[in-house]
C-alpha cells in the first residue's frame, strides 16, 4: 500500500511461500521544510511459526547492511 506522503506498506517473502509473507510499514513523518523522520517496522514474524527466530535475525542484519547504503544516498543528493 502506498499513501503518499506518509506511508509504504508491503508483504516480505523473499524466498518463501507467499502464505508466510510478514509485513513492513514504513512511514515518513515531516518535523520540518528539511527533515523527516523514517520508522520502519517488520512483522508477522509469527507466521513463520519455529524458524521465526533465525528469520528475523537474518532480517535484521540485511536492514542493519542496507540502511547505511541509503543514507549516504540521501547525503549524496541533499537530500
Known amino acids: 500500500m502506498w499513501q503518499p506522503p506518509t ?3 508491503y508483504l516480505w517473502h ?3 511461500d507467499p502464505a ?3 509485513e513492513v510499514d514504513i512511514t515518513f513523518t515531516a518535523r520540518s521544510s528539511a527533515d ?3 520508522q ?3 512483522h ?3 507466521r513463520l511459526g519455529a524458524t521465526a527466530g533465525v528469520a528475523r535475525e537474518q532480517n535484521q542484519a ?4 542496507l540502511l547505511p547504503h541509503y ?3 540521501v547525503r549524496a543528493e541533499g537530500i
Open 14 to 16: 523473499l524466498g518463501r
Open 71 to 73: 543514507l549516504a544516498a
Open 62 to 65: 540485511g536492514w542493519g547492511s
Open 40 to 42: 520502519i517496522v517488520h
Open 36 to 38: 523527516t523522520t523514517v
Open 44 to 46: 508477522g514474524w509469527q
Open 7 to 9: 506511508r509504504l506498506s
Open 20 to 22: 508466510e509473507a510478514t
